[in-house]
């Protein structure tokens, strides 16, 4: 199948059709809290949490027996949620900085649910294949009833971010201030984590532990680079969250045997690469072009400057002078000069320049402006 | 001088580890003085600020705002925090900034309308800032941005302000147009706070003074007060300043 069959198949074929719709609100949801996630530069909690879920699906399984999606993301919120309010704990009661509690409950969470993985897989029980999907995620095991409760989760979600978006705004910017103003801080801070804990343990079926956390943070940080609204940042997010999931769904069915969760993530990768390159204002790109042409006009009003101050002494203003007067200028070169012969602001005859009366007010206005700021 | 107590601090004690930052301050702030609060590094006038705004908890003591507890008395008070305490490239604009002293009288859930909007216009104008009101607040420059946190006080219309610092990193005009504000909120009989480290200029901008170094070293008028002994005591070198010419 290539990439036009697949958009073809896709509208009719239900298995592609779920997996698709699976994948785009995926990126949709994580989209939107991954923007909250970045702006509270809380950008490694995401991969915190993703890890710590692991365990909970490991012991969800050995209580259960049965790997039913639901049960299993369950065991997965509430490891996660626990590994969270650790981290959130040890930053809190000890000295250790969040990077550290983030790192040591990462690291205990996921080894502990490695542990377990590769004892299930000891048992002696045919049921236990397939629990090692959750690494990386299968997206191809996505059924109707997954997309309906991913779908669920991010209506409500949008409800609540709907809701408190001027209580979420302010904690964002300023979460001292917005104590004083007489809100529970906490309450916020425990619903928008509540939240990215939900969205985490949603993806992991798709995308996996692993890699759960690119899917969170790409896409906002490709939005950041667009705008600086932050509404418009969380749509956009969730665009290109939901762009992510359906090109990224898209590749991996077109090409055989590619696995779907990293494909995706590194679809969302392309979108932060081309942001950061070729976004307008922040841009590496444009923010080279215009350092490199604030140079150019800086260096010919310098050099335009220079002749004023010479031309000035004479009463004629466009006496010739020589070119050589110009080489005592630190900056002067003959491209300058040939700018602003093309400008029209001086006139070449030999060796000699001279100002033209566009030049000499264009300069003396320069000098003004300079002065006045 | 029977003026009315605007704040007052009784046994206030606060730590973060081991080594009280606070230790047991007591402070009555008389309503419609402009007072600094000056003393070392490390001295807790920070603390101490927000301490009293319940964002920081205390091991002991308590705060009443005009006779009650303050968590009763929000709406009368306003904050200024220290302008390094957040992040402005964060995107949003300086009109947006504003409007969020607006709504802790909007409480939750609720939106601003016009009625906001218009206050928070009216607080940027105050600062001479109106024209940079679409402004992303990253390209504004550490003086505006200074202003834009005055402006969202103002919006809250309180009678007690709390600054931290409003005069760090801004250049002489904006230093003048933030001291002529805080006078004229004297003026309109508010009662204004003001963490404070340029001790020459003290006498010129303010009239009640507190000395802090962990604990109160002393309080009141900056004519009684603000003297070469209490700036050795809280300091703990000899301080010589030729304040009163």
């Known amino acids: 199948m290539n990439l036009n069959e697949y958009f073809s198949l896709v509208f009719s074929d239900y298995t592609l059709r779920t997996i698709t719709l699976g994948t785009a609100i995926l990126g949709a949801v994580c989209g939107m809290l991954g923007s909250f996630a970045v702006l509270r530069k809380q950008s490694l909690l995401g991969d915190a949490i993703s890890h710590a879920a692991l365990p909970g699906i490991a012991i969800a399984f050995l209580i259960t027996g049965a790997k039913d999606t639901n049960t299993l993301l369950l065991g997965a919120l509430v490891s996660g949620l626990i590994g969270t309010f650790w981290i959130k704990g040890i930053t809190s009661k000890t000295h250790l900085k969040s990077d550290t509690a983030l790192g040591l409950i990462l690291s205990l969470f996921f080894g502990f649910g490695m542990l377990l993985l590769t004892f299930i897989q000891k048992q002696p029980n045919a049921n236990q294949a397939g629990l090692d999907k959750y690494l990386f995620g299968q997206a191809a095991t996505l059924v109707e009833s997954d997309v309906w409760l991913m779908a669920s989760v991010t209506g409500l979600c949008l409800f609540v971010i709907l809701l408190f978006w001027k209580e979420f705004k302010m904690l964002l910017f300023d979460p001292d201030y917005t104590k004083t103003l007489g809100f529970n801080t906490r309450i916020i801070d425990i619903l928008i984590t509540s939240f990215i804990v939900l969205a985490i343990v949603l993806g992991l079926q798709t995308v996996g532990v692993v890699l759960m956390s690119a899917m969170l943070l790409a896409p906002a940080a490709a939005a950041r680079q667009w705008t600086n609204s932050l509404s418009t940042m969380v749509i956009l997010a969730s665009i290109i969250g939901a762009l992510s999931g359906v090109f990224g769904t898209a590749i991996s069915a077109s090409q055989n045997n590619l696995s779907t969760g990293p494909v995706i993530v590194l679809v969302a990768s392309v979108f932060v690469l081309f942001s950061f390159i070729f976004s307008p204002s922040r841009g590496l790109l444009f923010r080279q072009w215009r350092f490199i042409k604030n140079r150019r006009d800086l260096e010919q009003h310098k050099t335009l400057a220079f002749m004023y101050h010479i031309a000035k002494t004479h009463d004629n203003i466009s006496h010739p002078h020589t070119i050589k007067i110009l080489n005592n200028f630190q900056g002067f070169t003959r491209g300058t000069l040939q700018k602003l012969v093309k400008k029209n602001y001086v006139e070449l005859e030999g060796n000699m320049w001279s100002l033209t009366d566009e030049g000499f007010k264009t300069a003396s206005n320069l000098y003004n402006q300079q002065s006045n700021e | ?245």
Request: hydrophobic share 40%; proline share 5%.
């Open chain 2, 1 to 245: 001088m029977a003026q009315n107590i605007a704040v007052k601090v009784d046994d206030l004690t606060v730590a973060y580890n081991y080594k009280p930052v606070l230790w047991d301050i007591d402070l009555e702030i008389p309503e419609g003085v402009l007072m600094a609060i000056v003393g070392p590094n490390g001295a807790g006038k920070s603390t101490l600020i927000k301490a009293i705004l319940g964002i920081l908890p205390p091991i002991a003591g308590s705060v009443t705002i005009y006779g009650k507890p303050y968590k009763k008395q929000r709406s009368l008070v306003a904050y200024v925090p220290q302008k390094g305490s957040v992040d402005w490239d964060f995107p949003t604009t300086a009109l947006d900034v504003v409007m969020m002293g607006t709504y802790g009288s909007l409480g939750w859930i609720k939106r601003p309308r016009q009625k906001e909007k218009k206050a928070a216009l009216e607080a940027l104008e105050k600062v001479g800032m109106l024209a940079f009101k679409s402004r992303q607040i990253s390209q504004l420059s550490g003086g505006q941005q200074q202003r834009i946190f005055l402006a969202r006080a103002l919006v809250q219309n309180a009678s007690i302000y709390f600054m931290d610092e409003p005069f760090q990193g801004v250049d002489a005009t904006t230093e003048i147009a933030i001291i002529n504000i805080l006078k004229e909120l004297r003026k309109a009989g508010k009662t204004v706070i003001v963490v404070h480290h340029d001790l020459q200029t003290v006498p010129e901008y303010f009239d009640w003074v507190t000395f802090l170094n962990v604990k109160k070293i002393a309080t009141g008028p900056v004519k009684d007060i603000f003297n070469d002994d209490n700036l050795t005591k809280t300091y703990g070198i000899n301080y010589k300043v030729s304040i009163q010419e």
